[in-house]
């Protein structure tokens, strides 16, 4: 059910804007078309309901009716022609060149028959006649409004008035050559002439027509000949203005929709009545399908949308160019506010002064309660629809000064949104429109609150990939990586495709790519715990087929039906050095300093977790300072058009024209050209070279009453050949001592002794075989004889700390050093 709003025009300042308009209007040729387009401005400006324009006849002596705009003269009792010397408000305004402001009780015709609607005001104004500036009828103006016009309608009532003019008579020839869609009706003999334009839509020649208008009706849709008979048969024909679309039948393909624009123009004098105005193509403003195929559509539209943006445009789409509207909006209610999240047009400045005001972000929002009838509509729960002229909240009347429509958007027991529809000139609603827009609304509803479902569900699984994945990669010695990472699924079709870069002592750098199978919380859940047991194994201090052998091993206990494929890549940068390790996944590619590119050749291993007991073969790779080291997941380079090997020489070819300065628009830009079947992760790494590299010594530490002395003797003989100072050298002494002591009483196996100098700053570091990480005592009492050797420790370093290495651990401390 559409109900129809009623009230006052609304008051404003029209006048300036009413100028304006009329002020483009009148540089227009003085046409039919015009007169009307004018006419209508006394509906957006004047807040009238029917506005009408009456000229003399041919003897003078009849007001005829020649153009009308807004709801039919019959609800006001609008005749189609006054006597220019009775005593109807028309005649007295054209006689006395002046206008006349009637009262409801003065504005009734007192003969019959009666209007239906009695209370009302009306207005009559003179019109000058553009050709001779004299006289040259009357414009009527209704409104149901309390009070009547007000006295800045009044004024721009007066506007129109001169605006309007007279259209200048034109001979039947005249009108054809006039232009090439006219036409001219000879309403006695159906005799009509034509332009070629009109005969090219009608796919005739001029040779071929005969000058009938049952040859053109012949060529016509069947179904449509009533409603042209209606307009083309004399004596079914009143004066005014007359529109209508119908169809005319092509060789091929469906019926072409035509518009009909005409004026009927009554006789006199031994001149036959006649119908003139244009015939021209439709088919762009309407569609081929009719309103249940259009309902049909934008229900298999809103089907696949699975966002609440896809929702909005799939109904914009299917219902501004079937209305012709001049704009839509589309908002959610969120509260008591509506969330715009589709405007059509996009640009603020086509939308209301109000709207502007709270564009804060990409679309403006607002509070309900600042539009009381959107509020009320909402409540209502039905579509909504004002004409031209009605009294609305200035957010809303600028919407649609023509006419606007608001269909609240139900979903179950509640109301999720609103769709604004607005025309700027006014509009005529019919009841197919109205059905179009009550089923719509419905559709539009149960769809906007799917997706609400889906986009809270697609966010939630953002959240989960976000986590899983780095945050930010690391700042790496002699080296600069990005990395990029693009979902190719909707809803919780989430995929396991991850990359990590971990940071190695001794300058080593382990950079890794995986892919866990399938789309699904699972295969995410699953790629975190890779990832998380990848991290773990590398830090631990393990080769890199050993960390992968552990991952897989990880893998086939989990006891999941889900496999991975894993590249993983410990970069050294001291050396530029670097091993890589494959199980089932693609090789790395190279980028050298010379532009030279390739997919490094290696053996690779099967998938995580298909044999428990699998062996990953080690590839050594040596990069160069310069050269771009590339890891990718298969999304890349594979799709259903092409196969793996023409997506990797895809990759070369791209990364040997790129530009390694600039890793990240590489990145980029490799992701633009993806097929994007599938998730895609992508690792690049430019490896640079260390600006200095770092001094290194090792001492194995035996265990010999003179062990902690030969450490110390081996710590002096090292910092001097480093030019380290005295007084450095003896707090880095005390430290040796008391961390190797702490290894030889507290560990057994293996000690190992690490000095490694970089920057001014010297690196101590002592290795066992025991994983317990030593712990600092809160209390030492003065009689006990231990216990202070990591109280020493904390003391003289600048930092310290443990790391795990190969199921033992390293302790360390680092000094600044002053310079030598």
Known sequence: MVSEGTGTAARG??????????????????????????????????????????????????????????VPRNLFGLRDGYAASGTSAAARAYRERRPLWLRPDEAADPEPPPAPVEEFFLAALPVRDNTAGDCGGCLLAVTESPGGFDPEERDCLGLVADAVGCPAPAEPAAVAKASANAFSLAMDSGRVEVGDGILRLFGLTRAEFDGKVESLLGLTVPEDLPSLMSVVEAGQTSPGDRELEFRVLQPTGPPRWLLLRGRFQPGGEGQPARMVGTVADASTLRSD???????????????????????????????????????????????????????????PEEWPEVWRREWRSEWPDAPVRTMPTLAAALNE??????????????????????????????????????????????????????????????????????????????????????????????ALPGAVAVARYLPATAGLEVGGDWY????????????VIGDVQGHSTAAATLMGQ???????????????????????????????????????????????????????????????????????????????????????????MALAPGTVLALTTDGLVESAHADIDEGLA??????????????????????????????????????????????????????????????????????????????????????????????????????????????????????????????????????????????????????????????????????SLRPS
């Open 500 to 511: 990590d870069v971990i940071p190695l002592p001794d300058n080593h750098v382990a950079l």
């Open 530 to 620: 890779m990832r998380t047991a990848l991290r773990a194994y590398a830090v631990e201090g393990h080769p890199p087929d050993v960390v992968v052998a552990h991952a897989n091993r990880l893998l086939a206990d989990l006891e999941t039906d889900l496999f991975a494929t894993c590249c993983y890549v410990d970069v050294d940068m001291e050396e530029g050095a670097a091993w890589s390790v494959r199980a089932g996944h693609l090789p790395p590619v190279l980028r050298h300093p010379d532009g030279g590119t390739e997919a490094v050749e290696s053996e690779a291993g099967p998938p995580l977790g298909v044999l428990r007991q699998a062996q990953f073969p080690l590839t050594p």
């Open 381 to 474: 729960g039905r579509a909504q629809i004002w004409p031209a002229g009605t009294a609305l909240e200035p957010a809303l009347a600028e919407v649609g000064p023509g006419g606007l429509a608001v269909l609240p958007l139900p979903a179950g027991s509640r109301m999720v949104g609103a769709c604004l529809i607005g025309w700027d000139t006014p509009h005529d609603f019919g009841p197919d429109e109205r059905a179009l827009l009550t089923a719509s609304a419905g559709l539009a509803g149960q769809a906007l609150m799917r997706a609400h479902a889906l986009d809270a569900e697609h966010e939630l699984v953002g959240m989960l990939q976000r986590q899983l994945l780095p945050r930010r990669l690391p």
């Open 13 to 70: 300042t029209r006048t300036p804007h009413a100028e304006t308009a009329l002020a483009s209007l009148t540089a227009e040729p003085d046409t039919l078309d015009r007169a009307h387009r004018v006419l209508e401005q006394a509906l957006v400006f004047g807040g009238a309901a029917l506005a009408a324009l009456y000229t003399p006849g041919e003897d003078g002596e009849v007001l005829c009716l020649v153009q009308s705009a807004g």
């Open 650 to 815: 895809r990759l070369c070819r791209e990364l040997a024209a790129a530009d390694p300065e600039h890793l990240g628009p590489i990145a980029d830009a490799l992701l633009d050209s993806a097929p994007r079947s599938d998730d895609v992760a992508l690792l690049l790494l430019r490896y640079d070279g260390m600006a200095s590299r770092p001094l290194r010594e090792s001492w194995t530490v035996w265990r010999v009453p003179q062990a902690v002395g030969h450490a110390r003797r081996f710590t002096r003989r090292t910092l001097r050949s480093w030019q380290v100072a005295e007084a450095d050298q003896d707090a880095a002494l005390l430290i040796v001592s008391e961390l190797v002591t702490n290894a030889l009483v507290h560990t057994d196996g293996r000690v190992r002794l690490d000095l490694t100098l970089v920057n001014q700053r010297l690196r101590l570091a002592v290795a066992d075989a025991s994983p317990r990480t030593p712990v600092k005592p809160t209390s030492i009492s003065w009689e006990a004889t231990g216990g202070r050797g990591i109280v020493l420790v904390e003391a003289m370093s600048d930092a310290w700390g443990t790391v795990p290495v190969s199921g033992g651990k390293q302790v360390w401390s680092e000094l």
């Open 289 to 347: 399908v009719t309103d249940v195929s259009r309902v049909q559509r934008l229900a298999a539209a809103l089907a696949t949308a699975g966002t609440v943006r896809d929702v909005s445009q799939a109904v914009v789409g299917a219902l501004r160019r079937p209305l012709r509207a001049d704009r839509i909006a589309l908002a959610e209610l969120e509260g008591d506010r509506l969330v715009v999240t589709v405007l059509d047009p996009p640009t």
